[in-house]
């Protein structure tokens, strides 16, 4: 359990344009820690897709009000989480999101992502719904880092618990 975080990004919409507005993480042992991201100035707003904003609720306004810049968030990424195996439940885009905002810092990602799937893939399909539904009452997947993390830790928990 100690050498594990969970990630969760998410971004101004699903396009090759689009660009992280959020990222959170979770230590099995923690509590879930996230920021917003203020957008870099090279990131387009024609990137911005209205269906993600209804997902995630958050504005372009309330990114420039409360947004930290990327270069802090991406050093606050790699203290917490370098040395750790970093689970993501969609690695792609997490990964693609997070090279942006890497990018955007002008810092060095020092660590990397896994598949979250590898976690459960000893449990029969037939147990995994239940778990999900589980996890989902203890920890409901909403579209916000914070949640979704908690949303993995505790699919995760579930998942050990059962071994």
């Known amino acids: ?3 594990i975080a969970f990630i969760d990004l ?4 699903l396009g090759a344009r689009s660009w992280p507005i959020e990222v959170g993480w979770c230590r099995p042992d923690g509590a879930p820690q996230s920021f917003l991201i203020k957008p870099a100035p090279h990131w387009e707003m024609d990137a911005w897709d209205e269906k993600a904003e209804a997902l995630h609720g958050v504005t372009p306004a309330v990114l420039d009000q409360r947004g930290d810049m990327p270069k802090a968030i991406c050093a606050a990424l790699n203290a917490a989480l370098t040395g750790l195996t970093v689970y993501s439940d969609a690695p792609d885009w997490d990964g693609f999101w997070l090279y942006r905002l890497f990018e955007a810092g002008g810092v060095k990602q020092a660590f990397v992502l896994s598949e979250f ?21 203890i920890a409901p997947h909403r ?3 914070n949640d979704d993390v908690l949303h993995m830790k505790a699919l995760y928990e579930l998942a050990v618990d059962g071994d």
């Open 1 to 3: 359990m100690q050498g």
């Open 10 to 13: 998410e971004a101004s919409g």
């Open 117 to 137: 799937s590898e976690i459960l893939c000893n449990i029969a399909p037939a147990a995994l719904g239940g778990l999900v539904a589980q996890a989902s009452k």
């Open 143 to 145: 579209h916000r880092t």
